[in-house]
């Protein structure tokens, strides 16, 4: 399967997408302008995807379906052809998709895998009692919470409880996807294999197999925090990690705001530009269903915003059309965001 | 005073080793009788126990100076796999939270890596003078020196180094030196010749038969790697300059002699790296296709063949990788293929990692301009000017760095070329006085090696037998059972 096409499931045949913004999203990079890029386009939840995707790549692909007119480029943005809605139909069949995949639900979906891993590794060489082995290369900060873990257990039952565990989440998935899955588990005398071997085995291209061990342990997490009474191990292991979608500075400013600080005095005290909060309230208000929209925009300033703006969709406003109305930035793009949720 | 009792006791509950290798005792001696120790060891012989061992008879810390992130990786995991829990490496993979931990628990630390870049950070350094260091190890000692092959500038602060740390004793620790840079190393880190308690063994590996082989062009070479790979007694590593070539190479051996081969660099996932180190060390894997990244920590005994597909940048180097080979003893094999255009390829890479006059002119005119610039030879360059020197002096030295390289490239192509014994060659090279007693185990000088008599030949293609277990319900019952 030729990886390029997973490009087109990335742009629509209406909406004219830009292609650095998706790429940006992709790599799990977080400004606004990219979030919103992510929330017009409805790929929200495939933020950090592909962390190590190299920009080349990307813009390889993209250009091979351009020259075989499977998109077509203006200014910018790119959207899919007739040919390339075809095509995307064509290939539905084989390819795999992420279904499971969230990026914001699930942030820390990797260091989980990692400590997967790990605590799979250490638990086996313990019931071997083997204490000399080379524990799975991980971060400091994976290290300490796979040990904390492993201390809140009752040795005695971990292993078999855990291989029920694992039991249940390998067989919830398709054969396929958990035989690939298995090869990266390690423990006493068993080695866990690379990335390409892997790959090999399934006969699948690297990139699809990034995209499966990306789909696997968001469905993994999917099962473990919908159902945590079936999975009380991985439930304990994942819960230091769960966060809510927001980077941690922006959750730092929100939760200071509904403490009933200013903005000004969050600037001064955290010394965070104001502008840059605000940057925090807009993604805010992109990833959380109940964002306080009424608190930032009165409904003067809304009533405004209303007028130059609600005979035109949503994608054509332009913040210079605001010229003279005195209001910022921040109130525009706001009042955009709210818009967008709205009209879905 | 330590008692000899002491040490084996160290030796035997610590480590599981009832002996010790050549060399050994007497660098651990010496540097636990507070004496500065200059020692040259041949590869394969335990390097890392004289500092390792001592570190348990020292009230005091055990500061390592290592060049390689992956060195210090594989040797913070060694000593995780003995049990030693007290073991910080300060590397620039910690993040800014760990790091912090670990600087306000410095004192914990037994054993402490980190690099001659991270030594010279401000904080760090603050750190280390608070500390109690009873031992300084400047591992992988050739390194320091400006004559060295594989010279960092940050090298040279480890003289002030050691005056602000005061250890009871340093310990410079190499393979590979030339009289030379032995001088140099002294020099370098402000240790006397005549205080300095030096322990120089032969660089000679006696169990590496020595083998070279001029091929047509890399057609004929690829071939000849198959052939080889038939024959020769596994496992083996064959080492490249590059990594698409280490892939592409291991896809053809992988139809042609054998699923059991893998390949390894740099540019792997450190997860990736780890599994084939693993495999590899528990018989998973029979061949690597590796770039140089791999190989410095790794601690398999059995290893019958090191194959050079291109050619090492220098004699050190090749002593280096080859070394890997043998280190049970057993008889080994050490194959060099080289082509024609193997040369130039070779002068190409080693050279063009070094700032040429253009890019040293156009820093200097704007050095801000390249505030940002994640690049080797911009880093290099920021040193030396922070350190006042100004473009002329840089050209000149740059100039004379590369003619150094080649020059050492070019003892390689002596090495390939000499009619002579190709061991004796070797050892004259690092002025070592062992003569050799040249015969059909040595090299082949004169008759291409017997790998019958060598008892290196691999008579019969060994059935591959595919152990790994392929669904899910086997790889999880293997994980899970006691049973082995």
């Known amino acids: 399967m030729e990886d390029q096409l997973y490009l087109l499931y990335l742009f629509d045949q209406k909406q004219w997408r830009r292609p650095l913004a998706i790429q940006a999203l992709l790599k799990g990079k977080r400004t606004v302008s990219n979030l919103y890029a992510g929330l017009d386009y409805d790929l929200l939840p495939l933020y950090q995807l592909l962390p190590h995707l190299p920009a080349e790549k990307f813009q390889q692909a993209l250009n091979q379906l351009l020259t075989a007119g499977l998109l077509e480029q203006a200014a910018r943005a790119v959207r899919l052809t007739a040919t390339g809605v075809a095509a995307k139909a064509r290939w539905q069949t084989a390819a795999i998709l992420p279904v499971n995949y969230s990026g914001f639900e699930f942030q820390h979906s990797r260091e989980f895998s990692d400590s997967l891993f790990l605590a799979t590794q250490a638990v086996s060489e313990l019931q071997a009692h083997n204490r000399r082995y080379f524990p799975l290369e991980v971060s400091a900060a994976t290290q300490y919470h796979v040990k904390q873990w492993l201390y809140q257990q009752d040795i005695s039952l971990v292993a078999e409880r855990l291989q029920h565990e694992w039991e249940l989440l390998l067989g919830a998935l398709p054969q396929q996807q958990a035989d690939y899955y298995s090869q990266f588990l390690l423990g006493y005398q068993v080695q866990r294999a690379t990335t390409n071997q892997a790959d090999q085995l399934a006969g699948w291209s690297p990139l699809t197999g990034e995209l499966v061990r990306q789909e696997v342990s968001h469905h993994f997490l999917r099962l473990l925090t919908t159902q945590a009474a079936r999975f009380p191990l991985l439930a304990a292991l994942w819960q230091p990690l769960a966060s809510g979608p927001l980077s941690q500075s922006a959750a730092q400013t929100l939760a200071m705001l509904q403490q009933g600080w200013s903005l000004e005095v969050i600037s001064q005290r955290r010394r965070v530009k104001v502008n840059t909060l605000k940057e925090h309230l807009l993604e805010a208000a992109i990833l959380l269903a109940d964002f306080p929209f009424a608190t930032y925009l009165s409904t003067s300033v809304r009533q405004t915003l209303a007028l130059t703006f609600d005979q035109q969709p949503v994608d054509q406003w332009r913040f210079d059309q605001l010229a003279d109305s005195g209001l910022d930035f921040f109130e525009f793009r706001l009042y955009q965001i709210e818009r967008r949720k709205q009209h879905g | ?484």
């Open chain 2, 1 to 484: 005073m330590v008692e000899a009792a002491q040490i084996k006791q160290v030796l035997q509950q610590r480590f599981g080793y009832t002996a010790f290798k050549p060399g050994q005792a007497e660098v651990i001696r010496a540097v636990l009788a507070g004496q500065d120790t200059f020692a040259i060891l041949p590869t394969g012989t335990g390097k890392s126990l004289c500092y390792q061992l001592p570190g348990y008879l020292l009230s005091g810390q055990v500061v390592v100076i290592s060049p390689l992130l992956s060195l210090m990786q594989d040797q913070v995991a060694q000593l995780h796999y003995l049990g030693e829990k007290r073991v910080l490496a300060l590397t620039s993979t910690l993040d800014a939270t760990t790091r912090r931990s670990s600087l306000a628990h410095f004192s914990q630390y037994k054993f402490i890596f980190l690099s001659p870049e991270m030594a010279n950070q401000a904080p760090i350094r603050q750190q280390l003078r608070q500390a109690q260091v009873d031992l300084l190890v400047v591992d992988e000692a050739h390194c320091i020196s400006q004559w060295g092959v594989d010279f960092r500038p940050d090298y040279l602060g480890l003289k002030s180094l050691r005056a602000a740390i005061t250890p009871k004793a340093t310990l410079a620790l190499t393979a590979t030196a030339t009289k030379r840079v032995q001088a140099d190393i002294l020099a370098k880190l402000g240790l006397s010749a005549t205080d300095t308690k030096q322990i120089v063994h032969s660089v000679d590996r006696r169990n590496i038969y020595l083998a070279t082989e001029a091929v047509a062009d890399d057609t004929a070479k690829d071939q000849r790697l198959i052939e080889l790979c038939q024959q020769l007694k596994q496992p083996g590593i064959i080492y490249f300059s590059s990594r698409q070539k280490a892939e592409e190479i291991t896809q053809l051996l992988q139809q042609k002699v054998t699923a059991r081969v893998a390949f390894y660099h740099g540019g792997m996932a450190s997860q990736d790296r780890f599994a084939v180190q693993q495999q590899f060390m528990h018989g998973k894997l029979m061949i690597i296709c590796a770039t140089n990244a791999f190989g410095m920590g790794i601690n398999k005994a059995d290893v019958r063949f090191v194959i050079h597909y291109h050619l090492p940048s220098n004699l050190e180097s090749y002593l280096q990788e080859i070394g890997r080979a043998g280190r049970d003893g057993q008889q080994s094999i050490a194959y060099l293929l080289y082509a024609p255009r193997d040369f130039q390829l070779q002068a190409n890479l080693v050279t063009n990692t070094l700032p040429d006059a253009a890019l040293i002119k156009q820093y200097f005119a704007q050095p801000q301009r390249f505030a940002n610039a994640a690049i080797p030879e911009i880093d290099l360059l920021k040193f030396y000017r922070q350190h006042g020197q100004d473009a002329a002096t840089l050209q000149h030295l740059f100039a004379k760095r590369r003619d150094e390289k080649l020059l050492a490239l070019r003892s390689m192509l002596a090495f390939l070329q000499t009619p002579g014994c190709k061991r004796q060659f070797i050892l004259n090279y690092f002025t070592d006085p062992t003569k050799v007693t040249h015969d059909a185990t040595c090299c082949n000088t004169t008759t291409p090696p017997d790998l019958a008599a060598l008892d290196l030949y691999r008579p019969t293609t060994i059935a591959d037998t595919e152990s790994q277990q392929q669904n899910w319900q086997e790889r999880l019952a293997a994980v899970f059972t006691t049973t082995t």
